[in-house]
């Protein structure tokens, strides 16, 4: 599956300081995706042909909220196939990404994805996130867990003193629909952004939403 030149002209837009090797590793997820995905099943089948549009587009989002600076720690709990983590160890060659999720197979796809497209940045481990030890700066979540479940684990593994970033150390998400109800208990401490602000004129965006909980 190949990138159609309006989703490569919205990378360049969106990203214009990416070196052509970055540009080369974005280009070809979606035909990996697409290939992986008739063995393991990562992304809904009846979604592998917007694999770009919902899924790739989706995580790059975290990279126009913030940019990481060199040295930066950051955990993808709930990986799925490597979703966000990929497209950000991409985006931030300098940062450190660890892509955690509790089913083997799934980060299998995700090890062999980073390992297709030569990222050196990536550490994969299967796991579930509570029976971590290590320490990181950021955890980045793609509708994983609920905000409660990964709350909880942010108090646990962010860590609070070592601040690298004009971003507070803390927790990014990614979700969608109503969150009125999960997001109550943290409506003083939560910053939630518009992805619509990001990706204007895209209807797919427009109920969704970055949410920023600092540690």
């Given at each position: 599956?190949?990138?159609?030149?309006?989703?490569?002209?919205?990378?360049?837009?969106?990203?214009?300081?990416?070196?052509?090797h970055?540009?080369?590793?974005?280009?070809?997820?979606?035909?990996?995706?697409?290939?992986?995905?008739?063995?393991?099943?990562?992304?809904?089948?009846?979604?592998?042909?917007?694999?770009?549009?919902?899924?790739?587009?989706?995580?790059?989002?975290?990279?126009?909220?913030?940019s990481?600076?060199p040295?930066?720690?950051?955990?993808?709990?709930?990986?799925?196939?490597?979703?966000?983590?990929?497209?950000?160890?991409?985006?931030?060659?300098?940062?450190?990404?660890?892509?955690?999720?509790?089913?083997?197979?799934?980060?299998?796809?995700?090890?062999?994805i980073?390992?297709?497209?030569?990222?050196?940045?990536?550490?994969?481990?299967?796991?579930?996130?509570?029976e971590?030890?290590?320490?990181?700066?950021?955890i980045?979540?793609?509708?994983?867990?609920?905000?409660?479940?990964?709350?909880?684990i942010g108090?646990?593994?962010?860590?609070?003193?070592?601040?690298?970033?004009?971003?507070p150390?803390?927790?990014?998400?990614l979700?969608?629909?109503?969150?009125?109800?999960?997001?109550?208990?943290?409506?003083?401490?939560?910053?939630?952004?518009?992805?619509?602000?990001?990706?204007?004129d895209?209807?797919?965006?427009?109920?969704?939403?970055?949410?920023?909980?600092?540690?």
């Open positions: 599956m190949m990138i159609t030149h309006e989703e490569r002209d919205l990378i360049q837009r969106l990203f214009p300081t990416l070196s052509q970055q540009r080369e590793q974005l280009e070809a997820l979606p035909s990996l995706y697409e290939d992986w995905n008739t063995k393991i099943n990562v992304i809904s089948r009846k979604d592998i042909d917007n694999v770009f549009s919902h899924h790739i587009l989706h995580s790059l989002v975290i990279g126009r909220f913030t990481f600076v040295g930066t720690e950051i955990f993808d709990v709930g990986t799925g196939g490597g979703l966000p983590g990929i497209p950000l160890a991409i985006l931030f060659p300098e940062c450190h990404f660890t892509l955690i999720d509790s089913v083997g197979k799934k980060v299998r796809v995700a090890e062999e980073g390992s297709a497209i030569g990222l050196t940045n990536v550490s994969y481990l299967h796991s579930r996130a509570e971590l030890h290590e320490r990181c700066h950021f980045v979540s793609r509708a994983a867990l609920r905000a409660t479940d990964l709350v909880q108090q646990r593994l962010i860590n609070k003193k070592e601040q690298l970033n004009p971003l150390n803390g927790i990014i998400t979700k969608g629909g109503d969150l009125s109800e999960e997001l109550r208990p943290f409506r003083k401490i939560a910053s939630i952004e518009e992805i619509s602000a990001y990706l204007p895209m209807e797919y965006y427009e109920e969704k939403k970055l949410i920023f909980f600092p540690a």
